[in-house]
């Protein structure tokens, strides 16, 4: 990261990673997608579906914090470097876990 950069910009950018994958896991099942930023509501939602959801993938609950808190330094503790490289390795586990399901042949 360059130092420019804020650690809750990149926490920030994570969690939506995260969102928009579990919505578009939705959307594929053809579900109506919630207008919401909690990832546990949207990990609910895909369990209920009948997907197993990683541990890894389950964890992404907490990058929630970041879709609003984040966009304002300042009025919540500041992100530190171990924040951001969870988050960042978070994220590249569900984009992958979902990417793998969007991309596998389908069953005819």
């Known amino acids: 990261m360059t130092p420019d950069v804020l650690f809750e910009d990149a926490c920030f950018d ?6 928009k ?3 578009a896991l ?15 509501e949207l ?16 964890e992404a609950s907490a990058l929630t914090d970041y ?5 304002y330094p300042g009025l919540s503790e500041p992100v530190l470097v171990e924040d951001y490289e969870r988050a960042v390795a978070t994220a590249k586990a569900v984009v992958s876990w979902v990417s793998g399901i969007v991309m596998a042949p389908s069953e005819s």
């Open 21 to 23: 994958a579990l919505k």
């Open 67 to 71: 879709a609003v808190t984040a966009r």
């Open 43 to 58: 990990i609910t939602m895909l369990a209920d579906l009948g997907f197993d959801i990683p541990a890894d993938v389950q």
């Open 14 to 19: 994570a969690q939506q990673a995260v969102e």
């Open 26 to 40: 939705l959307v594929l099942r053809g579900v109506q997608v919630p207008r919401t930023h909690a990832i546990s």
